[in-house]
């Protein structure tokens, strides 16, 4: 695999896996199997060899693996038919293989800008342990080898972050990918493409691990005397991305030693160059720090219980982060000890000791106390103002001495603004009219101001008020029955009667044809104007009509009668 750009062709570039081999050298007995297998001939066709005897390709490094994965496209090498594992037990099938000794890893130059790279130079040397001898595998296949496919430079850096992250099957999975770009799927690295988008995760997974590996590690500091290195830090990756650390804190820490050690590997700086090491094994003694006792006694003066949210903490800090953190050892005490109670203890504590502040506030500047809506097309008070085309208020005499109250303005008295002004008010000019009763001298209003309606095709439908909107206008009526001071009040209807007495125990069938006094006032019952109306039977709709007759005329009457002096069949309310 090369890059396709012409310039700096060394940073993706190796020699072809078909180039011919060099003159074969004398076997020396001391060498492993793949080496001797490389002196014959090509070591990286070791690779194809092994596959056609169906056994596993053990890799270690991204270096490795495009080393075997280049011998095995040049011959066409299916990815069903590879088996890729691990040497560090990343495989599916062995979970343990002779290490490479990294002690004799030569060090490497910070400035060449290269990450530090353990394990062996080829798949051949990989592959070397326990591998059968080279003379009982199969033979190449006898074709020429394919030319090493170019990719882009971009798409070797994606595939070479996606080799750092840990999961099983990461090695099948890269070749995987670079088969298809040969056979010319180029939408492989796009995040629409199943493979793609699974690389794209990959690729973000490592540059996530390495922004928090960069934000989380901690150094500590050794004595002087102990020597090099001056700072120690251990931390537990998730993924391999420490070589690309590396290069990060030797920008960054100068030429002060350090060393960076995981379960996996391990760098020391020496200040001018950057060696591999082998897995550490973690001790409290070696990593102990002077001055962590301080941060910790600071790191609980600073804890707030009152303000802890667990759940944003969590977001910022996963908690599989805390235990490469000094104060991680704490932290789940103090969280145990604010749940248990020192939360509140410490929001009773803060308040306790506050004294009161006096705020001067010049008198132009107070908010005065809220006050009710003064004006009716200003009322809140419910929601039926949302739906409705205006409030209707009441009209007439302001000393009129007969009040009605009906329920709720119609469709037509929504849209004018007026009670009573529809079918309901011309049949309640008829009563007035067989009553003798002058309507103009009558106050008309509604218990509910607004209209409320359910839609109906393109009509607008009466729906009763409910208790809580009728109890909302309570004010709005106490203010006219205040201005007016009717003598008689004339309830139409069920809802004007329950407004009226503020009472659902009255029922408009028992209360019909007798007078109540409530408040100094007389209060009569009848029918409302819209249930004579809808009355099927004419003989039914006769008897209703004749009762709201019958009703206006005794309201006329008890405008003469004493209300010190009921008669035997008024209620008292």
């Not at 081999?21 to 004398?26: G, T």
């Not at 039926?384 to 205006?390: D, K, M, P, R, V």
């Not at 101001?449 to 009763?464: D, S």
């Not at 006094?517 to 109306?533: A, F, I, N």
Request: proline content about 9%; hydrophobic content about 40%.
């Amino acid at each position: 695999m090369n890059d396709d750009r012409p310039a700096d062709r060394s940073a993706h570039s190796f020699p072809p896996a078909h180039a011919p081999a060099a003159d074969p050298a004398p076997a020396d007995p001391a060498q492993p199997a793949a080496a001797r297998a490389g002196a014959a001939g090509a070591p990286a066709f070791l690779a194809v060899r092994l596959v056609l005897a169906r056994q596993p390709l053990l890799v270690a490094s991204f270096a490795e693996w495009r080393e075997a994965a280049r011998a095995l496209l040049a011959y066409e090498i299916a990815p069903e038919r590879v088996t890729w594992g691990s040497p560090h037990g990343g495989g599916d099938l062995f979970t343990s293989t002779p290490q490479t000794d990294l002690a004799q890893d030569a060090a490497m130059p910070a400035q060449a800008g290269a990450a530090p790279e353990g394990g062996a130079d080829t798949a051949a040397d990989a592959v070397a342990a326990g591998a059968p001898d080279v003379a009982s595998l199969p033979p190449l296949p006898a074709r020429t080898p394919r030319p090493t496919p170019h990719l882009p430079r971009s798409f070797m850096e994606m595939l070479q972050s996606a080799a750092c992250c840990r999961v099983p099957d990461r090695w099948a999975f890269l070749y995987r990918v670079i088969w298809r770009w040969q056979l010319g799927q180029h939408d492989v690295q796009s995040p629409a493409d199943e493979d793609g988008a699974r690389l794209q995760a990959m690729v973000k997974a490592v540059r996530r691990e390495e922004h928090d590996m960069h934000a989380y590690i901690r150094f500590r500091e050794r004595p002087e005397e102990a020597g090099a290195p001056r700072f120690v830090a251990w931390y537990e990756p998730q993924h391999d991305v420490l070589p690309q650390v590396a290069k990060h804190f030797v920008n960054r820490m100068g030429k002060v030693s350090w060393m960076i050690a995981t379960p996996d590997a391990s760098v020391l700086w020496d200040g001018r160059t950057l060696h591999n090491a082998g897995p550490l094994v973690k001790g409290e003694e070696e990593l102990e720090d002077g001055g962590e006792a301080l941060w910790l006694t600071y790191y609980r003066s600073i804890f707030n219980p009152a303000r802890l949210n667990t759940t944003v903490m969590q977001q910022h800090i996963q908690s599989h982060r805390w235990k490469n953190l000094p104060e991680g050892k704490i932290v789940p005490h103090m969280v145990s000890e604010a749940a248990m109670g020192a939360r509140k203890i410490g929001q009773f504590q803060a308040v306790g000791q506050r004294r009161g502040t006096t705020i001067p506030i010049a008198p132009e500047a107070a908010q005065p106390d809220r006050q009710q809506p003064s004006k009716l097309d200003e009322c809140r008070r419910c929601t039926l103002w949302e739906f409705a085309t205006q409030a209707v208020p009441g009209i007439g005499p302001q000393q009129a001495q007969i009040m009605f109250v009906g329920e709720q303005p119609g469709d037509q008295e929504d849209l004018s603004g007026q009670p009573f002004i529809g079918p309901a008010g011309q049949l309640l000019d008829r009563v007035c009219a067989n009553a003798g009763v002058d309507r103009e001298t009558i106050y008309v209003t509604n218990a509910v101001k607004h209209f409320k309606w359910e839609p109906r095709g393109k009509r607008r439908l009466h729906k009763t008020p409910a208790q809580q909107e009728i109890e909302a206008c309570h004010y709005w009526l106490d203010k006219e029955l205040a201005q007016v001071n009717p003598t008689v009040i004339v309830a139409l209807g069920a809802t004007a009667l329950k407004s009226v007495l503020r009472t659902a125990n009255v029922t408009l069938r028992n209360s019909l044809g007798k007078p109540m006094r409530v408040g100094g006032r007389w209060v009569v019952t009848t029918y409302h104007p819209s249930y004579v109306l809808r009355v099927p039977s004419e003989e039914a709709k006769r008897e209703a009509f004749n009762i709201m007759v019958d009703s206006l005329k005794l309201a006329h009457q008890l405008l003469e009668r004493p209300l010190e002096e009921p008669d035997q069949q008024d209620r008292l309310i």
